[in-house]
């Protein structure tokens, strides 16, 4: 239990809204523990960023955390859970590097993050883009059909990314590849920016990864779930502080991990148990976003959204403004409202709010009576 969990305190009540994609907003709870534990970690004299990855107290504080997200997210012993550095764009070289076995890898490209994990594997060997949103939609705006997937009969893997955090698309179901293709070919998933807010069916899974800086806690560690058989395959030399095999080895200690973020990561997954689980961040997701489209698909076109509606994002939410002349103002405004990092992301302008699973449901409700009331004064 989280000793700052409950406190709502007037710091909190006064505290703006950061709608910003990640770095990203935090419980409040896990802010006001970490800032009580700060100088002197449960008594033992000492702050977490002090003490050695092998002592036993940073022991405890690993076999919390992993023990905790095992039974938040119910991940199956056959899947390994490595605790990593270099983001969710070294995974894009490391999973090639770790898995590939000098086979084809194909890739399902629906938004930026998709599309640079292709290209980053192309340096690594033979990857292909074998479904593109572009050539299904006018530009990232949903999911292509799986039946148009041409994906290669020798492929080691197919990935996607199954929240697209710039152009809000999800998958709000992981594809079953072993309907699809009739054989067990393990799916890739950079689940970065939806991790934790619903569950993840494991049987469709062969390695899934996510940064932290979203949903998990700070930068700096990255999350990869890993199913063992695809452990030490590798024909390539890789890094051994990269390859998974030495990792799943070494509990993630190899060498020193990034403790202070494996900290945060672990007081999150109690604020998550604490709140009711993945289930309760689900109904949460659902609220929360439900209620920005319904603003946005009712305000007669003053904002839009263009995504198809079965691959909206729960997370990122993405809308232009009718008149982007009144863009600036609209984010000048809501700063003053006490909503922050509205901006969307300069790649595709306009507006995103990013409500991840530390947004409460109040900072939605303010965002909306924001945009109504500011659709009424300039619409
Ligand atoms: N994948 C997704 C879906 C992301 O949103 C991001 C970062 N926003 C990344 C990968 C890259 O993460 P990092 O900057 O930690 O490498």
Redesign the pocket.
């Known amino acids: 239990m989280l000793s700052a969990l409950n406190l709502i305190t007037p710091e909190q009540q006064s505290r703006p809204y950061n709608f910003a994609?990640?770095p990203a907003t935090l419980p409040f709870p896990v802010l006001s523990q970490i800032a009580a534990d700060l100088y002197n970690w449960q008594g033992s004299g000492v702050s977490v960023m002090e003490m050695s990855h092998r002592s036993p107290e940073f022991e405890r504080i690993y076999h919390h955390a992993v023990t905790d997200l095992r039974e938040l997210l119910q991940v199956p012993q056959n899947f390994k859970i490595l605790f990593m550095q270099g983001?969710?764009?070294?995974q894009n070289a490391i999973v090639p590097m770790n898995i590939v076995q000098g086979k084809p890898t194909d890739f399902i490209v629906t938004g930026s993050?998709s599309e640079r994990s292709a290209k980053e594997a192309m340096r690594y060997g033979n990857a292909q883009v074998v479904a593109h949103a572009k050539d299904s939609f006018s530009g990232f705006y949903g999911i292509p059909g799986e039946q148009g997937w041409e994906i290669r009969s020798d492929a080691a893997y197919v990935h996607i990314?199954s929240?697209?955090?710039i152009h809000g698309v999800e998958f709000y179901e992981l594809p079953d590849l072993k309907a699809l293709t009739g054989r067990d070919l393990p799916l890739v998933v950079?689940a970065?920016?939806h991790i934790l807010s619903r569950f993840i069916d494991w049987s469709r899974v062969g390695l899934l990864f996510a940064?932290a800086?979203k949903n998990i806690g700070i930068?700096g560690v990255?999350l990869v779930f890993v199913r063992e058989d695809l452990i030490g395959k590798s024909i390539y030399t890789c890094p051994s502080v990269f390859d998974y095999e030495t990792l799943a080895k070494t509990n993630s200690m190899y060498n020193t991990p990034p403790t202070f973020a494996i900290y945060v990561a672990g007081l999150v997954f109690q604020w998550i148990k604490e709140q009711g689980g993945v289930k309760r961040m689900q109904e949460l997701a659902n609220e929360r976003s439900n209620m920005i489209y319904a603003c946005i698909d009712e305000s007669n076109g003053f904002y839009k959204n263009q995504v198809a509606p079965s691959a909206r994002s729960k997370m990122n939410i993405p809308f232009v403004l009718q008149n982007d002349e009144l863009s600036q103002i609209f984010v000048e405004q809501a700063a003053k409202h006490k909503i922050l990092h509205i901006k969307g992301h300069k790649s595709v302008g306009g507006m995103r709010a990013s409500v991840y699973n530390a947004m409460p449901v109040q900072g939605a409700v303010a965002l909306v009576d924001f945009m109504k009331a500011f659709a009424k004064q300039y619409g």
């Open positions: 994609p990640g983001g969710g764009l070294a993050w990314c929240n697209e955090t950079d970065s920016s940064g800086q930068a990255t």
